[in-house]
């Protein structure tokens, strides 16, 4: 016998047996023909728990990123002797890992390959800091950063620079911690200045991966650009042009002027801040629209 765990598409966790749930969807079916019900045409997850063993089953194509985050989370806290993954393409794949990290690694891959990005949704480039404008508090802050970094993030008393990251720049920062290779890039702190991105996501992000966003297409290529960053250990300004797709903003297209600052930390490892200022005068569409015209 197992035990059997539903995230819903919320990510709300329900006992596999819950009449509640059940009764939502009028379902009259075993657990497990309601189980799989629910993750091959809702997107929810279905885990079954063996003693120390576990099997997750889910549907790439219809997962949603709520459930998905909450998944991840409750991984986090437990410890298995192995891990079974059961994804849905045109038939259930199965798959057998040893650890955590392992096993969420295979599932965000069977993701990535439904969720994939559309040509041109993510489009950056890089700018010299002369092209960074001094219009406003929060443009001069970011230029006093950028000028004074090296001291900045290596300074023991560093009062100095969390006056300016709290004071000037708006809550758009984030600061980022990551191992030495740079894989593991996790949310230190989030401010509150990003419109995009929900309270409820906020609260559970810190100490999560920097990829598990509720949009996630978006969250791998921030990934990836910060990655970019962190091994170059330089100062990075760019203009950006995305379109994200998360709760609170639906489908919609933010552009920015975006400054990564990544530093070494005392005790080992590396460290970055993120901030960035919106400016709807950014068209890299209508750029690569010339180009290939």
Same mark, same amino acid.
């Given at each position: 016998?197992?035990?059997?765990?539903?995230?819903?598409?919320?990510?709300?966790?329900?006992?596999?047996?819950? #009449?509640?749930?059940?009764?939502?969807?009028?379902?009259?079916?075993?657990?497990?023909?309601?189980?799989?019900?629910?993750? /091959?045409?809702?997107?929810?997850?279905?885990?079954?728990?063996?003693?120390?063993?576990?099997?997750?089953?889910?549907?790439?194509?219809?997962?949603?990123?709520?459930?998905?985050?909450?998944?991840?989370?409750?991984?986090?806290k437990r410890?298995?002797?192995?891990? @079974?993954?059961?994804?849905?393409?045109?038939?259930? $794949?199965?798959?057998?890992?040893?650890?955590?990290?392992?096993?969420?690694?295979?599932?965000?891959?069977a993701l990535?390959?439904?969720?994939?990005?559309?040509?041109?949704?993510y489009l950056?480039?890089?700018?010299?800091?002369?092209?960074?404008?001094?219009?406003? =508090?929060?443009?001069?802050?970011?230029?006093?950063?950028?000028?004074?970094?090296?001291?900045?993030?290596?300074?023991?008393?560093?009062?100095?620079?969390?006056?300016? %990251? /709290?004071?000037?720049?708006?809550?758009?920062?984030?600061?980022?911690?990551?191992?030495?290779?740079?894989?593991?890039?996790?949310?230190?702190?989030?401010? +509150?200045?990003? $419109?995009?991105?929900? +309270?409820?996501?906020?609260?559970?992000?810190?100490?999560?991966?920097?990829?598990?966003?509720?949009?996630?297409?978006?969250?791998?290529? $921030?990934?990836?650009?910060?990655?970019?960053?962190?091994?170059?250990?330089? =100062?990075?300004?760019?203009? $950006?042009? #995305?379109?994200?797709? +998360? =709760?609170?903003?639906?489908?919609?297209?933010?552009?920015?002027?975006? @400054?990564?600052?990544?530093?070494?930390?005392?005790?080992?490892?590396?460290?970055?801040?993120?901030?960035?200022?919106?400016?709807?005068? %950014?068209?890299?569409?209508?750029?690569?629209?010339?180009?290939?015209?």
């Amino acid at each position: 016998m197992s035990d059997l765990l539903i995230f819903d598409d919320l990510g709300t966790l329900w006992d596999g047996g819950s #009449t509640r749930l059940r009764a939502s969807f009028g379902a009259d079916q075993t657990h497990e023909e309601f189980s799989a019900y629910v993750v /091959k045409n809702m997107g929810f997850i279905a885990i079954n728990i063996y003693g120390r063993s576990c099997e997750i089953r889910l549907r790439p194509s219809l997962l949603k990123q709520l459930a998905f985050t909450a998944l991840c989370e409750w991984l986090a806290k437990r410890t298995f002797d192995r891990i @079974v993954t059961v994804h849905f393409e045109a038939d259930w $794949v199965y798959g057998l890992h040893a650890t955590r990290q392992i096993a969420i690694d295979r599932l965000e891959q069977a993701l990535s390959k439904t969720q994939a990005v559309r040509p041109g949704d993510y489009l950056m480039r890089s700018i010299a800091l002369s092209e960074l404008p001094r219009t406003t =508090p929060q443009h001069q802050a970011l230029h006093s950063l950028i000028e004074n970094w090296p001291a900045l993030s290596q300074s023991v008393h560093r009062d100095g620079l969390w006056n300016i %990251i /709290k004071q000037s720049l708006h809550g758009r920062y984030h600061i980022i911690d990551a191992n030495d290779e740079c894989q593991d890039m996790t949310f230190r702190e989030i401010g +509150t200045g990003f $419109v995009s991105y929900s +309270t409820d996501w906020v609260a559970r992000a810190i100490g999560k991966s920097i990829a598990q966003q509720e949009d996630q297409t978006y969250g791998q290529w $921030v990934a990836s650009t910060y990655r970019t960053a962190l091994k170059e250990g330089r =100062p990075l300004v760019c203009d $950006v042009d #995305t379109i994200m797709n +998360t =709760p609170t903003l639906g489908r919609a297209r933010l552009r920015y002027k975006r @400054v990564l600052l990544p530093a070494r930390s005392s005790g080992g490892g590396m460290w970055l801040l993120n901030s960035s200022i919106i400016d709807a005068t %950014i068209d890299l569409r209508a750029e690569l629209l010339d180009k290939s015209a």
